[in-house]
């Protein structure tokens, strides 16, 4: 009770975000007090750090790169590219706003698609003077959009990447096993988005009130540089996965490579468009206290029994077949993710299927459905991942606001048909993969 009572306090501080009361500092708060009241030990500390310290770098590079190529133009410019070759019609133009959600959040995690290209989207539909309801549709899906196609790579989702760490998944196996299980979600997800919103979408609209795409563009030197940056970077990851190199040194290294390029370190700065100390002062430092301090909080949970109790329900769930146990494990990953957060859910489903006595097959199974359910999971309720509640107060900069009520509403309707696919397709796809 102790435990729960401590999370629970942490969990609202942490959702509420008192002024000059940072997520990090909320979780490190609870995290202080669970080891003062003796829910967890301090032997439990490096235990925690060792499993989420490279996720959390890997996450605060990612970002930083996004916010140096945002600040150079290259989303806005490729969402003008977009929209020029939805060619008027706004049919076309919805499922490939989809679709630049989608390769955004595979590169540059889910948080960067949400966070970067809504404010962006939302500039091109007011240009386009797109209906209420119509802009609402396309806001909804640029939101869902980053979290349903979040599976492909390690670095698409900081979920992923813990789970990939914690359960020694090499980068080229991991890619293996999700990319074409995020295809089959990206088309659940323009599906169920198009029947819920279709009749919402004007048939056309004016190209000729679109800026060029080169206009975007504020640094042309980091433009140009971001492409083979990105594509080394790519390759980078798999190439050093055999090796074993932390997938934050490598990410880290790319984001060195493009502060250099923005700040002109060469020149002493001077000709540098992009402020690199501002990429560096908005980066998420504060994911790094939260990281050790919520999954501290979350590990004293386990100690106290929720691990247990966990392994025990997939157990039952691995007696009734793989099929069921991978089905079964994302759901009940997802549900937990939209109550407690998805951070601290991660890292409650890998402690307990890591405990439970299963199959191989079926534990490889349940690490992957465990992804999936708090990739996906969290679109259940605003609760479910910080992206989420991120995405909403940058609506409401923006004059859309969501009610809680409202986003249930959409999420309880959305979710659980693009889940299901999405499962099935794992439970269908990894044993076909472990026979070639």
Not at 87 to 109: K, T
Not at 142 to 152: E, H, N, Q, R
Not at 369 to 391: C, M, V
């Amino acid at each position: 009770m102790l435990a729960l009572v401590i999370f629970a306090i942490t969990l609202v501080l942490v959702i509420w975000q008192p002024k000059g009361l940072g997520i990090g500092w909320s979780a490190l708060g609870g995290a202080l007090v669970a080891l003062l009241l003796g829910v967890v030990q301090w032997t439990d500390v490096e235990v925690v750090w060792d499993i989420v310290w490279d996720a959390t770098f890997t996450f605060v590079a990612l970002i930083i790169i996004s916010l140096i190529l945002d600040a150079a133009g290259f989303f806005a410019w490729a969402a003008l590219h977009v929209a020029r070759w939805g060619n008027g019609r706004g049919h076309l133009l919805f499922p490939m706003i989809v679709v630049l959600g989608a390769v955004i959040a595979a590169f540059f995690a889910n948080d960067g698609a949400a966070l970067l290209l809504t404010p962006i989207v939302i500039a091109i539909l007011l240009r386009l003077n797109f209906s209420p309801p119509a802009a609402f549709a396309f806001i909804i899906a640029t939101g869902f959009v980053a979290d349903t196609t979040s599976l492909p790579l390690v670095i698409s989702n900081l979920v992923n990447i813990v789970s990939a760490n914690y359960f020694d998944i090499g980068f080229d196996r991991y890619a293996a096993v999700m990319v074409p299980v995020n295809l089959v979600s990206l088309a659940a997800t323009l599906i169920v988005l198009w029947l819920v919103f279709g009749r919402q979408i004007p048939k056309q609209y004016s190209v000729t009130v679109l800026d060029p795409p080169h206009s975007a563009i504020k640094d042309l030197l980091v433009f140009r540089a971001a492409f083979p940056i990105l594509l080394v970077l790519l390759i980078a990851y798999f190439v050093t996965a055999p090796l074993g190199v932390p997938i934050s040194l490598v990410t880290g290294t790319a984001a060195l490579l493009l502060m250099a390029v923005a700040g002109r370190w060469w020149r002493q700065g001077n000709g540098a468009v992009v402020s690199v100390t501002n990429a560096l002062r908005h980066a998420p430092w504060q994911i790094v206290l939260f990281s050790i301090g919520m999954y501290l909080v979350v590990y004293g949970l386990g100690n106290a029994g929720l691990t247990n109790m966990g392994a025990t329900a997939l157990q039952w769930l691995a007696q009734q077949g793989d099929f069921v146990a991978t089905v079964g494990t994302g759901f009940l990953s997802a549900i937990v993710a939209s109550v407690m957060n998805n951070m601290p859910s991660t890292l409650v489903g890998a402690l307990a299927i890591d405990q439970a006595q299963v199959p191989a097959t079926t534990q490889e199974l349940m690490v992957y459905a465990n992804i999936i359910g708090n990739d996906l999971g969290p679109k259940f309720t605003p609760i479910g991942s910080l992206a989420t509640l991120l995405w909403l107060h940058v609506l409401a900069d923006k004059g859309y606001r969501i009610s809680w009520g409202q986003y249930m509403k959409i999420g309880l309707l959305i979710t659980p048909p693009v889940l299901l696919a999405t499962l099935v397709a794992l439970a269908w796809w990894l044993p076909v993969l472990s026979t070639l």
